[in-house]
């Protein structure tokens, strides 16, 4: 994966008001995968006191993203099929993981799964990208890697 790509989109979840709103952290990053983490807080809690669909939808949201992007062209969602399977323990930490399942020119397919930190899966979901023939905007704002001496 090219190094700039993967510094810019690391920089910019760290500075993106929604992740830091639920505390989505970007761990890994990798051409057409990634892995996010979130803390399941008393306010992501729905009127049963379970998790609010869309505090995992976030989750979920947030790994895709960044999985999508990875190529270093822009990526926006077209479909996602989410499966919610259980709820989470309170205060429990969990992750998404994205992995693309098939990529074309114009459209790429990702699974994503969410899990707790005992590997009990709590989400699945599989989603379509349309690919855009255009560079992260974002990159323009990173230096080129200098050549080494």
Known sequence: MDDRVREAIF????????AQKFGLK????DDGHSRVEMRFTPDMENLFGMAHGGALFA???????????????????????????ASPHPGALLTAEAKELNRSNRTAVYEIRVEDEGGRLLVSCQA????????????ADTEPPRPEP
């Open 26 to 29: 970007l761990l890994a990053l």
């Open 59 to 85: 989750l979920v949201d947030e790994a895709f993203e960044t999985a999508s992007n990875s190529h270093g062209t822009m990526a926006v969602a077209l479909s996602m099929n989410v499966t919610y399977l």
């Open 11 to 18: 920089r910019r979840v760290a500075e993106e008001p929604f």
């Open 128 to 139: 379509l990208v349309y690919r855009m023939a255009k560079p992260l905007p974002f990159l």
